[in-house]
């Protein structure tokens, strides 16, 4: 086989590979793995083939289309060079057995940066090489033919691709990945893989043509050939130059987490007291023994984390993408009342019992107690409260709460359902209305750098303005408590009805409600609010039904705009408090604010006045 032909066979082999390794949820992670393995090969093979172009490469003249084509290929290599190495760092199964560890975050942003990047490199490196193909299409033709007929068909056929391949570059969202706007690959799980290829050659048709075209176009510059040394050296200089840019540039955004709670860079100073804190601290506790406490380790590794369109109470946050999770430690628990008593010296809960978990406390309480614990522990903390501001050392191996990432990850044990035993739970596999109560913490097993600081204030101001009293009651309960609050509060009473009312059966009526959370049903209303622009606030009241909120209530929320307004919960329940209701508020009113909500067993006892009182100040509602 000649060379040239060699050549040609591996670099088409390089392009068939190319789109293939951008569908990694559609391969699976071992397969991808094993291309990418075999495109590093091929990669390989390619450069040795091509040897004399780096042998020439500080040889002869520069020319506009030279110095491009150049600084293309320095930036093409050093992107693959990237891509092969953080690949290798990741690695579940090809490179398991190197003794790497840690960089996982870093890891994944150049890998998820430099595949797009590659992708639009390689192309442009293609169409600027892409003349080869042509002078071997009319190597074949007899001179007969017409070739201004085929001539203008290609250059149709290149049209009809880029305008394609425009249209898929903006529905893949490749501006977000290029550039780092989204930290994880979402996947439409309704698209065909067949449209998902198309969409991804076509981009590459977009680019091949831009390069093609482009390179024809600066070959009419050759009169103004650069002899002078100084343009050789800008030449290595400014694909170097960018890299460097790059690579501060992505170490930088690795200090901040992908998730919402934890957005900006702490300052200079904070973060070098908890560097100088940590090696301290870690020289103290180098003699120290492995901590019993009891905690599971949870082997890290990749799955895919959101939901699917079809699932209920999905928002649009939820989007499916694969995260790797490294190895943490879980306690099998939740946080015990009597532990946290003994280590904060209250009980805030409203469940009393030593044995259950403690409730009833703050996200910042939470992590204060996760403080104490690793001090008693001879942990590192992995919190640092200053004013406003709370600062996650992501390098400590003191106690924390969980991501959300680590406990989708533990919950899901594998599964891709909504709860680990199919579509549902019920009271005889666990206590399903109190799964938001609990507290529990985890450690983690494998350093990880960078700190984060917290990006939501820990306080936060309502104005009420005026205030509108909505609720659903279907034995009373919830009726009674909307019309205490109206009492204290003097505000407007709106009842949320159906047209076709729930039986007043109490076995049926579970039967109905449950119904139509499976099939996310959205009863018809009976009544609807007048003006409803006229209220900041609204205080929504319902029962607890199945763990979250009555579907009439669903109706209500997402038949107005509730942007910018606040939305303060109040529900009765018989045990299981909120449930996830909270949580289904803030996906139907994702502009929303959702104050701070007040759970009222049955029908709230003797106690009731004083509880909604307070319950309304701490709202500031008067």
Not at 98 to 123: E, K
Not at 260 to 275: I, Q, R
Not at 379 to 406: C, H, K, M, V
Not at 605 to 613: A, E, N
Request: glycine content about 10%; hydrophobic content about 40%; proline content about 4%.
């Amino acid at each position: 086989m000649k060379t040239a032909e060699l050549k040609r066979m591996v670099d088409v082999c390089l392009l068939v590979m190319l789109p293939v390794l951008m569908a990694e949820i559609l391969t699976g992670q071992e397969f991808h793995e094993w291309l990418g393995t075999a495109m590093a090969v091929v990669l390989l093979l390619h450069h040795l083939l091509n040897i004399n172009w780096l042998k020439n490469i500080g040889k002869g003249n520069y020319t506009p289309l030279r110095s491009l084509g150049t600084v293309m290929n320095l930036l093409l290599f050093a992107d693959m060079s990237v891509l092969i190495i953080s690949g290798i760092m990741m690695s579940g199964f090809v490179f398991e057995w190197l003794p790497v560890s840690g960089g996982m975050i870093l890891s994944r942003r150049l890998h998820l940066f430099a595949s797009h990047w590659g992708l639009i490199l390689m192309s442009l490196h293609t169409g600027m090489h892409w003349g080869m193909v042509v002078r071997l299409g009319t190597k074949f033709r007899k001179k007969s033919e017409s070739e201004d007929g085929l001539t203008w068909l290609a250059r149709g056929l290149a049209a009809a691709i880029s305008i394609f391949g425009i249209y898929a570059f903006i529905q893949q969202d490749m501006p977000d990945y290029l550039f780092l706007k989204t930290a994880f690959v979402f996947w439409d799980e309704t698209k065909p893989a067949a449209m998902f290829f198309l969409e991804t050659l076509s981009i590459m048709g977009l680019f091949i043509t831009a390069g093609y075209y482009g390179q024809k176009q600066m070959k009419g510059l050759k009169g103004i050939g650069m002899k002078h040394k100084t343009a050789k050296y800008l030449t290595f200089i400014i694909p170097i130059l960018v890299c460097i840019g790059v690579i501060f540039w992505l170490m930088r955004g690795n200090r901040m987490s992908p998730a919402g709670s934890w957005e900006a860079m702490p300052p200079v100073e904070a973060e070098e007291n908890l560097s100088q804190s940590v090696n301290q601290k870690q020289e103290e506790k180098e003699s120290q023994t492995e901590i019993n406490d009891g905690f599971v380790l949870i082997s890290g590794g990749t799955f895919l984390m959101g939901s699917p369109k079809s699932e209920a109470w999905r928002g649009d946050d939820e989007q499916q993408h694969t995260v790797t999770v490294s190895d943490f430690y879980m306690s099998p628990y939740e946080v015990a009342q009597e532990d946290y008593e003994a280590l904060t010296g209250n009980n805030p809960s409203s469940f009393e019992g030593s044995k259950l978990p403690v409730d009833s406390i703050s996200w910042v309480d939470a992590i204060t107690y996760c403080n104490l614990m690793s001090e008693q522990a001879g942990l590192i903390p992995a919190y640092q409260i200053d004013g406003n501001e709370i600062f996650w050392n992501r390098s400590a191996d003191g106690y924390r709460l969980p991501t959300e990432a680590e406990w989708e990850y533990a919950c899901r044990a594998g599964t891709t359902t909504p709860f680990h035993t199919e579509d549902s739970i019920s009271s005889e596999e666990c206590n399903c209305g109190v799964y938001n109560v609990g507290v529990r913490l985890v450690r983690g097993a494998v350093p990880e750098g960078g700190v984060l600081v917290s990006g939501r204030s820990m306080q936060k101001e309502t104005n009420a303005g005026r205030v509108l009293i909505a609720y659903f009651s279907w034995g009373g309960n919830t009726r009674g408590i909307a019309k205490e609050i109206a009492v204290q509060t003097g505000a407007d009473l709106f009842e949320i009805t159906c047209v076709e009312s729930y039986s007043r059966d109490y076995n049926t009526v579970l039967e109905e409600a449950q119904r139509d959370q499976n099939a996310q049903a959205r009863p018809k209303l009976a009544d609807q609010v007048e003006n409803m622009e006229q209220y900041d606030t609204i205080l929504l009241g319902y029962p607890n039904w199945w763990a979250s909120i009555p579907m009439p209530v669903a109706s209500f929320l997402e038949e107005y705009d509730f942007k910018g307004k606040t939305i303060i919960p109040f529900c009765s329940h018989g045990g299981g408090r909120f449930g996830q209701s909270l949580t289904v508020i803030a996906k139907l009113t994702p502009d929303a604010m959702i104050g701070e909500g007040l759970a009222v067993s049955y029908s709230g006892g003797s106690s009731l006045s004083s509880d909604v009182s307070t319950w309304l100040e701490d709202n500031k509602v008067k």
